[in-house]
C-alpha cells in the first residue's frame, strides 16, 4: 500500500426524480420516482477509488455502522479491489452515514445529510499498525467530521503528528462546512494555525479557504461582486506556508489549480520529492477543454492525481499538469469516478495535445510556458 485515505465517507441516495417539480411536496402526497442509484461519496471513497482507479496501492480509512447501509458501502468499494477496503472501521452501534439527494428537474439539488459515525471518528479508530508500510496519509473533509474541527482541529493533530513519527508524509483536503452548524462558526484562523505546522501538502478550494480566511470576500463572491485574483490566491498561501505547510495546492473550479511552495529542503515531504525541483515555486495549470458531464469529486480527483505524482517523485510542472488532467475526466462522467482512466492512458492523452482553457482571471506579471502549457509566476523560482 502506498496512500491512505482517511476521513469522510457516506452512502449517497439518488432517487431518479424525472418528473414533478420541487413544489409537488406536499405533506401527505406520494411522488413517483423512475429508479435509484446508489453511490459513495466523501473523500474517502473519491479519492480512494480514483487512486485505485489511476493503479496506486491505496488503503482506506472511514467509518460506517455494522447495518445495511454498510454493507453496502463495502460491496461498491470491494467492485474496485477487495483490498481497497481491509481496513475500514466498523462501528457496532451506529447507522452509517447517508445523504439523499433530491435532485428534481426543475432546481438545484437538495441534499438530506446524516453524518452518523463521521462525527464519532477519532484518532483511537486508526489501525497505526496495519498503515506503517504507506507513504501518504491523506485526510479528508474535517469540516464535516465533529472530532476534527473542533477544539482547533487537536484530534487531526494527534493522528497527524503519530503519522509523521511513522516517517509517513501527511496531506489534507478540506470541505465546506454548513454554515448552519457548529462547524460554520469556529475560528479557522486557530484551527489552521495549529494543525497547518503538521500538514505537509494542503489542498483545499479557493471557495473553503474565503470562508474561512476572507469571509467578506467570500460573501462578495457568492454575491457575484468580485472575483478571486492573483494578488490574493500569493497572499492565502503565503498565509498557509507560514503556518507550515511546505506545499500548497488550490483548486480553482474552472480556473484551474495553483501552486505554491515553501522551502522543501529538510522538510518531511522531501523525503519523496526533489528539493531542488520544488523549492519555492509558484504555478498555474489551466483546465483541459473537455464536456462537462458532472462536477461531483472533482476536487477528490485532482488530489488523487496530484499525490500520485509526488509518488513517483515527478517535478511540480508534471504534478499539476496531470493533477488537472485527473481533473478534467473527472469532469467527463455524471459521477465521482466513472471517468477515471488509469495513469498511462490519462498521459498519454495530455501527451497527444489535449487543449487547455482559456482564464478568465488576469495573469498580470506572470509568464506563459509553452512547453508544460501553464502560468508561472513571479517568485517562480525555477525560471
Ligand atoms: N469544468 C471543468 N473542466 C475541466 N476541469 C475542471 C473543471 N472544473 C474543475 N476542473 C478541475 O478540477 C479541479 C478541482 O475542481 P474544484 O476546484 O471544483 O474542486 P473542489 O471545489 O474541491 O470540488 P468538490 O466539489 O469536488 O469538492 C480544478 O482545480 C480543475 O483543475
Ligand atoms: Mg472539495
Redesign the pocket.
Known sequence: MDIIVAGHICLDIIPDWRIGSIKTIIPGHILEMSGLKLSTGGAVA?TGITLKKLGIGTTLLGKIGSDSFGKVILEILQKEGKALVENMIISKDEISSYTIVLNPPDTDRVFLHYPGPNHTFNANDIPYEKIKSGRIFHFGYPPLMKKFYENAGEELVKIFRRVRKMNIITSL?M?MPDPESPAGKIDWYKFFKNVLPIVDIFM?????LLFMLRPEKYNKIIKNRYRFDLKLLNQLSEQLTDYGTSVVVI???????YLRTHKIEKSNVSRIINPSQWNYRQLL?P????E?KG????????IAGFLSQLLDGREPEKSITL??AV??C??EAVDATGGIRPLPEVISRINSGWER?SLSIPMDNWKYDYQYKIWRGPEDQSR
Not at 483545499?204 to 473553503?208: Q, R
Not at 483548486?251 to 489549480?257: C, E, F, I, S, T
Not at 483546465?287 to 473537455?290: D, E, L, V
Open positions: 473519491n483536503d470541505a483545499p478550494s479557493i471557495d473553503e483548486k480553482l473550479g474552472n480556473q484551474g489549480l495549470s483546465c483541459f477543454a473537455t462537462v462536477t461531483t469529486g472533482t476536487g477528490d480527483a485532482t493533477a488537472t481533473g478534467a473527472c469532469v482553457l
